[in-house]
């Protein structure tokens, strides 16, 4: 019976020994193509269809603008001030299309690992992402699953860092691989744990952050590498 962590501040107290390798995959067009939508209603009674996670995001950054909100995520806020946002198609897994150029890379668990699905999904989402894991051959028992709960994704693996530090002071992880193709969540990282001076100390010497962006080219997905410099 695998255990399911709604809440990652639950699971990270988990973490005690030496990782050395930390992989994180989102869900969402990193493992899965899915046929999701969102659904708004505006205050002033527009509504509007979000068909993916360009528009989602667009769609969201410009209502936050517009109503003051400054969040990394503004989701919960926005429906605080009257949006009705219909997220239920992220409490399943719709129509989902494999992706395969990531999906043969999480099968193989390298030794002194641990592998994460991090998604910003909200509610009871993880359950059907982790059945669909078992459906196309990745044991799910090998993976733990994240919900950000709209925090920023970089605060997180920040988190994750300090979580166990080893007798010379050291964060015990030494190397991240994140699989990601938002953009948004990609700067976050890259500003929270590859260039943020204040976690610096934390890092072991070898310590390496290597970001695949899963890109969708001409209908074929590929992975472009971005290293922290
Ligand atoms: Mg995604």
């Not at 196309?136 to 300090?162: C, F, H, W, Y």
């Not at 953009?183 to 070898?206: A, F, G, M, T």
Request: hydrophobic share 35%.
């Amino acid at each position: 019976m695998k255990l399911l962590f709604e809440n990652w501040r639950k699971f990270i107290t988990e973490v005690e020994e030496p990782i050395t390798t930390l992989r994180i995959f989102d869900f969402d067009e990193t493992i899965a193509h899915t046929r999701s939508e969102t659904r708004v209603t505006a205050p002033n009674g527009s509504s509007a269809t979000l068909r993916d996670q360009k528009e989602f995001e667009s769609y969201m950054q410009a209502a936050a603008k517009k109503e003051g909100i400054s969040t990394f995520d503004p989701v919960s806020e926005l429906q605080r001030v009257g949006y009705q946002i219909d997220l239920s198609d992220f409490a399943i897994v719709k129509d989902p299309d494999e992706i395969t150029v990531v999906t043969s890379i999480i099968k193989d668990f390298p030794a002194d690992s641990k592998t994460y699905i991090m998604t910003a999904r909200r509610g009871q989402s993880l359950g059907p992402i982790m059945e669909y894991l078992d459906e196309i051959g990745i044991d799910s028992s090998n993976v733990r699953p994240i919900a950000t709960q709209g925090e920023s994704k970089g605060d997180v693996m920040v988190t994750m860092l300090r979580q166990k530090i080893m007798p010379d002071g050291k964060s015990n992880i030494n190397r991240i691989e994140y699989y990601e193709d938002s953009q948004k969540n990609i700067d976050d990282v890259l500003q929270k744990v590859c260039s943020n001076k204040d976690i610096d100390h934390l890092k072991p010497d070898n310590f390496e952050l290597i970001i695949y962006k899963v890109k969708n080219v001409a209908g074929q997905y590929v992975l472009q590498k971005i290293e922290c410099e």
